[in-house]
């Protein structure tokens, strides 16, 4: 079965544009994370949905930041404009029920110049 | 909020040598993660601890959650150059299920 699918690997983009990430969860899993690791701040959860409801969005550093979840197989994190400071690795992970284990996927590299 | 306190931050240890990483926090755990990062790489699911003196383990790996669910400790055995990378302790946050990290414990084995 194939895990946690993240696209893109890597994305390198200018100040000011929009960035948009994509995650698609394993199949049957109802809730969805998506966090951000720096080496300053560490790994940091941003917003979570439960059955494509969002639930938590406090960690979503702006308003600059926004996530969809439109269906039970896919999600977006919108970056909207892009800043320096933004550069990160951006992790997608789901799980079946939050209690349970989380699976992460492979990480989006972001790097905005 | 909930932090997570992660010990040692590095840690160099020979093949072959056995090694314990801590995870400590303020306030109550609601389920404890342990989650292991190649360099580069997302995070692989090692163990997950929810009952006050729980113990699991996996190969050569075993986690444990006190009794008082504040801490949990990450013992491995006969390192081997595998079990190189960061280790990350992660906790559900109260009743919510995002989880918060600790920052990591960087594992080098030495040949």
């Known amino acids: 079965d194939a895990g946690v699918i993240q696209s893109p690997r890597h994305e390198v983009t200018e100040m000011g544009q929009e960035v948009t990430l994509r995650c698609k969860p394993i199949s049957g899993h109802n809730s969805l994370f998506w966090y951000r690791q720096t080496m300053m701040r560490g790994l940091e959860l941003l917003i979570y949905f439960n059955n494509n409801v969002p639930i938590d969005d406090s960690g979503m550093p702006e308003d600059r930041f926004s996530a969809k979840m439109p269906n039970a197989s896919f999600s977006t994190l919108k970056i909207q404009p892009s800043e320096p400071r933004d550069s990160a690795v951006y992790f997608c992970a789901s799980s079946f029920r939050g209690v349970n284990e989380q699976f992460f996927g492979p990480g989006t590299r972001l790097t905005v110049l | 909020s909930q932090e997570l306190e992660q010990s040692p931050q590095s840690l160099i240890v020979q093949e072959g040598k056995n090694l314990t990483i801590n995870c400590t926090s303020s306030k109550t755990l609601y389920g404890l993660y342990w989650y292991k990062q190649k360099y580069g790489e997302g995070l692989i699911f090692l163990m997950m601890?929810?009952?006050?003196?729980e113990e699991k383990s996996h190969e050569k790996i075993t986690a444990k959650l006190d009794e008082k669910k504040q801490q949990s400790s990450l013992h491995i055995t006969a390192s081997q150059p595998s079990h190189a990378g960061i280790y990350l302790c992660g906790a559900r946050r109260g009743g919510a299920d995002g989880l918060t990290f600790g920052k990591g414990t960087h594992l080098i084995i030495q040949p």
């Open positions: 601890l929810q009952k006050g003196g």
